[in-house]
């Protein structure tokens, strides 16, 4: 991505749309809040947020921002669901066993509330088919999402997705197009593997997104078919791992990773071709523009020229430029995405600006 640290790409190219993707991945999205938090000190702006999961939450915290400071909101969120009972002087193995334990029998009471521990719904907690109540998260997302904001188109655009139970398709919720809730956001954040509640919307039943696609790109491509993008994706499962597992637990923690790792790098194969072939038919275009042809074989070029114009302006868009920030990890821990000890969030938190600095630097001293 063209980045001189005063000017952003959407400055160079009036066409070009800058995009946020942010993952699922439990409590590894505050992550996200600090990669974010780097971004917006370098006044990179976005005019589209997308996200799922957990992602989908810190997207609509960015461009629903109640207060009109997404970097100060977005911690405050995270900040909010620290587990304060986790010893801070535990090594970050033994801390992680002990917050995702901890959370899994208590759940987080600004996240997501432990149906057992209600005495009027014990008895008929293990007969459902979630066990945790997201309404604690709907209070907390009040604090600092104002949805009516959605509306300003100063703000980013925010795509979210969400998988249908029943269809087992996925679903697009983009302010552009809909009035997004608090429901919408849930809808795309319920991971049945851990027992979140899935969220019902006029009739339909919608879990995680992370389900069919945990880094929505294409959701954004098919959004917004038409600009051009320049994009920024967190990537909170790392792709290689140098040492193999040694255990079960360790086997499950890989194939996480794997499954729910930035798979996009087809899509940007894609998008090079389809730039290529376009500028391959405006020049075989020219050239025929330019040849002596007879009535019926120019009437027949006009029409072509329709054909690709209609192409071009409706599904034109290409990544022109794309950084990945990927978050590194020493310790493999399977529930590791389940750890809200603050010792773990502001970690992940400095960790995810650290990563992005480096990434920025490296970038600007690159195209030096």
Same mark, same amino acid.
């Given at each position: ?22 993952? /699922? ?8 809040? /600090? ?29 629903? #921002? ?8 977005? !911690? ?10 986790? %010893? +801070? ?9 002990? +917050?995702?334990?901890? #959370? +899994? ?23 459902? %088919? ?8 709907? !209070? ?34 983009? #302010? ?15 991971? %049945? ?9 006029? /009739? ?90 007879? !009535? ?33 990890? !020493? ?9 809200? #000890? ?27």
């Amino acid at each position: 991505m063209k980045y001189d640290g005063n000017m952003t790409p959407k400055e160079k190219d009036p066409n070009l749309e800058n995009v946020l993707v942010l993952q /699922g991945g439990g409590s590894l999205g505050a992550y996200e809040c /600090g990669v974010y938090k780097a971004l917006d000190k370098h006044n990179i702006k976005f005019d589209i947020v997308s996200g799922t999961s957990i992602g989908a939450i810190n997207a609509t915290i960015i461009a629903a #921002s109640k207060n009109d400071d997404p970097s100060k909101d977005l !911690e405050g969120f995270w900040m909010t669901l620290v587990e304060k009972p986790i %010893p +801070s002087f535990l090594p970050q193995k033994f801390r992680a066993m002990l +917050s995702s334990t901890y #959370s +899994s029998f208590y759940g987080n009471p600004s996240a997501f509330a432990a149906m057992w521990l209600n005495p009027w719904l014990f008895s008929a907690s293990f007969n459902r %088919p979630y066990l945790y109540d997201t309404t604690p998260l709907k !209070e907390t997302l009040g604090e600092f999402v104002d949805f009516n904001k959605l509306k300003d188109h100063k703000r980013p655009r925010l795509v979210i997705t969400s998988t249908d139970i029943k269809k087992g398709s996925r679903v697009v919720f983009d #302010s552009k197009h809909h009035d997004i809730k608090i429901e919408n956001v849930l809808a795309s954040a319920g991971y %049945p593997f851990y027992g979140i509640a899935w969220t019902e919307i006029n /009739g339909r039943y919608f879990w995680d997104g992370a389900l069919l696609n945990n880094t929505p790109l294409i959701a954004v491509m098919d959004a917004s078919p038409k600009n051009h993008k320049a994009v920024f994706v967190t990537d909170l499962f790392p792709h290689e791992q140098d040492d193999l597992p040694k255990n079960m637990m360790e086997s499950w923690h890989r194939a996480r990773d794997i499954m729910f790792a930035d798979k996009t790098q087809w899509a940007i194969d894609v998008s090079k071709r389809t730039e290529k072939h376009l500028d391959l038919m405006q020049k075989m275009h020219d050239i025929l523009g330019n040849s002596h042809l007879d !009535e019926k074989d120019k009437a027949k070029l006009e029409e072509i020229e329709q054909e690709y114009d209609k192409l071009v302006f409706e599904q034109g868009a290409v990544i022109k430029n794309i950084i990945r920030i990927e978050r590194k990890e !020493e310790v493999h821990y399977l529930f590791e995405d389940a750890d809200f #000890s603050s010792e773990t969030i502001t970690g992940l938190i400095e960790q995810g600006e650290k990563d992005t600095e480096k990434i920025l630097a490296d970038t600007k001293r690159i195209q030096m």
